[in-house]
Structures are given as C-alpha cells and as structure tokens.
C-alpha cells in the first residue's frame, strides 16, 4: 500500500511521488481484502538510495500492530 521511490523495470516513481501507507488504510484494505502478508511503503525505494534513507520505523510498527500480520518491505537494498 502506497507508493514508494526508485526504479523497477520501466516504472520510475519520483522522490515527489512517493505516499507513505497510513496505518489505518492498511487496517480497512486487509479487513476488506483477507491478505496472508502486506506490503508497505515507509520509506525505502528500489535501486540504489539515492542519498540517506528515511525509513519510517514508528509507521512500520503502528502498521504491524494493528493488522498483525507480516509485513513486506519492497526495495530494501
């Protein structure tokens, strides 16, 4: 849920595109959606980072407390 920063294949989502998950959407999608796992957008990116990372743990930890269960993080090089 939402949309992180980098380039995968063709897709390039810039910096100023990039929407962090609101803990409480990923409650409502996986209650409507019965997921096994999640994937989130808290602040890594595909590729090469391309100066300091802001990972935003506090909303990898809310999200995780509210729909336990596991959590993907995509582009995490």
Known sequence: MGRIGGAEESIIVDAS??????????VKFVQEAEVDSLAVAAGTAHGQYK????????????????V????????CS
Request: net charge negative; hydrophobic share 45%.
């Open 68 to 75: 336990n269960l596991p959590l993907v993080l995509h582009g």
């Open 51 to 66: 100066g300091e990372p802001l990972i935003d743990f506090e909303r990898i930890i809310a999200i995780k407390n509210l």
């Open 17 to 26: 595109e990039v929407l962090y998950t609101d803990p409480l959407d990923a």
